[in-house]
């Protein structure tokens, strides 16, 4: 099935399927529209249709949560913390999320550096590149993170997925900035486990690359070494979750 387009024209604006436009007439200068209408929009048509306009308020797409009955172009209510913007590189578009900080005095290079590794794991799995921060200048406490993904193939509604693993991965961590055994659960349940690949493993995270085999007793002793709580922490060097094909979340965090 070919995936809907949006077509930008002088006259027209912004057009999508079934006779919908979107434009930038509102209040705050954005570009916005209904979720409902933009998810199934293909992101290289929209990248052209941004690169057509010619407009420097055309170039970032906010997404609404409001049904098209409900919004509002001139005062649009709603705007999700994931938005979609141009890209310099070909075929390519930003997947963009804003956060709001616990500490707005956070050293923007710490910061950055920080939120470059956190995100790194899902940047390599959606081969993502041209990571960027940006702090809000009138609201300190709010930052913003983008990264490049390839357009090919993909719609608005897969941008927002890979932006709502960023924003569940930073709200997991929050102001911590590490992962508990609380939270990782929290990631999992809520269908979240793959941002978990390239996050550090420990002595209650462990990733494997396949579910365990139990079929000798050899196989299952591996198992049960692996379930001793204290093994990694005591005798072994934290590594990285590379792959996260299986992933071992241990029933309780050491003390201490």
Wanted: proline share 5%; aromatic share 8%; net charge negative.
């Amino acid at each position: 099935m070919a995936i809907p387009r949006i077509h930008h024209t002088t006259r027209a604006g912004f057009t999508l399927p079934g006779g919908n436009a979107i434009y930038v007439t509102n209040k705050f200068l954005i570009l916005s529209g209904p979720r409902e209408w933009l998810a199934p929009i293909g992101l290289s048509s929209l990248r052209l249709a941004m690169e057509r306009s010619g407009d420097e308020h055309s170039q970032r797409l906010y997404i609404s949560s409001d049904s098209p009955e409900w919004f509002d172009d001139r005062y649009p209510n709603h705007i999700l913390d994931v938005s979609a913007g141009h890209s310099d590189a070909a075929g390519r578009l930003n997947v963009i999320t804003s956060q709001e900080r616990p500490n707005p005095d956070e050293p923007d290079a710490a910061l950055e550096s920080y939120l470059k590794g956190l995100t790194a794991g899902i940047m390599k799995r959606h081969r993502g590149s041209d990571f960027a921060f940006a702090r809000n200048p009138d609201a300190h406490e709010f930052v913003e993170i983008s990264f490049a993904i390839p357009t090919r193939g993909k719609t608005v509604d897969d941008a927002l997925g890979i932006g709502d693993e960023v924003m569940a991965l930073l709200a997991a961590v929050g102001g911590g900035g590490v992962l508990s055994l609380a939270t990782t659960l929290e990631l999992v349940r809520a269908g979240h486990a793959k941002v978990l690949v390239g996050q550090r493993e420990g002595s209650w995270f462990d990733g494997k690359s396949a579910p365990y085999q139990l079929t000798t007793d050899e196989q299952k002793w591996e198992l049960a070494k692996d379930l001793d709580f204290g093994r990694l922490s005591e005798h072994g060097v934290p590594g990285s979750l590379d792959r996260g094909d299986f992933l071992l979340v241990r029933g309780a965090e050491p003390s201490g």
